[in-house]
C-alpha cells in the first residue's frame, strides 16, 4: 500500500470542516426552547425564523464530527502503521479520560438549571441510582450532547474494516444500506422492546453497527484524497456534491414547515432522516473537493478550539436559559441571543482552558496527565529487592 507521506500537516479544509461541526452544534442545542421543543406555545409565524435557523445549521450533525475524525485516524494508521491493540489504547486515552472528566462535571452541574425550573428532585435521584452512573459513563447521557465521544470510541473498534475502503472508495456506498438498516431496524426496536431492561443499551449497540458505515465513507475519501485527485476530478466530485446537499436541503425545507405548522419534531417524516444523516457526507466532499481553494488562514487558526467548544458549549446555554427564559423574547430573538452568546462564552472558556496547563488537555489543547504505576505494583522492583 502506497503511504500518503505527501499529506499537507495542515488541511485548511478539514479544518473548516471540524469548526463548521463545533460552531453548528451550538446553534443546534440553541435553536429550541427549554424543553427542546419547537416553540409550541407561539403563534406559528413566531416559529418560522428558529426553525429555519436550524434547518440551516443542522446541516453539520454529530455525524460529521464523527467522519472527520474517522478520516483522520485511517490517514494516520496509513502514515503510521499500529497493531489493533496499540490503536485502541491509543484512542482510548485520547477520547475516554477527558470524556470521564466531563461526564463527572455535566453531572452535578446539570443541578444548577434544574433547580432553576424546578425538576432537580429529577437529577438528584438519578445521582443516587448506580444504573445512572453507569449509563453516563458508558452512553454519554449525562448531558445531551456528551454521547459523541463514547459512541466514537465504539466506532473506533470497527477499524480495520474502514481500510478496506481506502483502497476501494466506491465502498463509501454502504452507508446506504447501513442507513436503511438503523431505521428499520430502530423502527422496530422502538415499538416493540421499548420496555425491556437495558433497551438504551441495545440502541446504542444498534447505532454503533450501522454508524460503521461513516468510517466506511470516511475510508473512501481518504482513499480519493491518497489518489492525487486532478483538478477535474475534484471539480466533479464539488459539483456531484453540490447537487446532492441541494436536494436533501429540499427535503429539509418540506420538513422544517411540517415543523412550523404543527410545533414538534415531525419523526415520522422519513424523508427528513436521509436529508439528515446523507447531509454530512455532502459537506465533508464539498470542502474536500475546494481543498485547493484560497482558504482563510484565520481557519486553522481556530479550529483546534472545535472541540472544546463542543464540549463545554451547554455550561452557557443553560445559565443564558436561565436568564432569558423569563424576559417574554420572540423565539428568533431568545435563539440568537441564545447562539451568540454560548457560542462567544465557550470560546473564551476554552482559550482559557487551553493556556491552563494542568486543565488544557480536558478540551483536547494539551497532554493528558501522566497516571503513575503505583509502586506496589512495581513487580521489577520488587523483585530486585
Known sequence: MNKMKHAPSRMVWLDCLRLMAGVSMVGLHASSDTAGQPFPEFEIAERVGPVLFRAVIYTARTELFLIISLFLLVMSLDNRERGYGATIKEQARRLLVPFAFWVVFFAFYRLIKAGHFSYDGVIWHELSQPSSWASYFLLGNVQYHMHFLPT??????????????????????????????????????????????????????????????????AA??????KSRPSEQALRQLFWASIYLALLL???????????ILHGNWQYNFTPAYWADFLMPVALFGICMAAMNANWPPVISTMAPYSFGIY???????????????????????????????????????????????????????????????????????????
Not at 474494516?161 to 465502498?171: F, Q
Not at 436541503?249 to 415543523?259: A, D, E, I, M, N
Open 152 to 217: 466514537l470510541f465504539g466506532l473506533v473498534l470497527f477499524f480495520p474494516l474502514y481500510r478496506v475502503a481506502v483502497d476501494r472508495p466506491a465502498l463509501g456506498a454502504i452507508i446506504l444500506v447501513c442507513l436503511f438498516c438503523k431505521r428499520e431496524v430502530d423502527v422496530w426496536i422502538w415499538s416493540t422492546l421499548k420496555d425491556m431492561m437495558g433497551f438504551e443499551y441495545l440502541v446504542r449497540g444498534v447505532k454503533l453497527f450501522t454508524y460503521a458505515g461513516y468510517g466506511i465513507v
Open 249 to 259: 436541503f429540499t427535503v429539509k425545507l418540506v420538513y422544517s414547515h411540517r415543523v
Open 311 to 385: 464540549l463545554v458549549h451547554p455550561i452557557f446555554l443553560d445559565l443564558l436559559e436561565i436568564a432569558l427564559w423569563h424576559q417574554k423574547l420572540s423565539p428568533s430573538l431568545f435563539v440568537a441571543l441564545k447562539t451568540g452568546g454560548a457560542i462567544l462564552g465557550a470560546a473564551v472558556f476554552v482559550w482559557m482552558l487551553g493556556k491552563t496547563r494542568s486543565l488544557a488537555w480536558t478540551v483536547g489543547l494539551g497532554r493528558l496527565p501522566a497516571f503513575k504505576r503505583p509502586e506496589f505494583l512495581n513487580r521489577s522492583k520488587l523483585l530486585k529487592e
Open 220 to 225: 473512501s475519501f481518504y482513499g480519493f484524497l
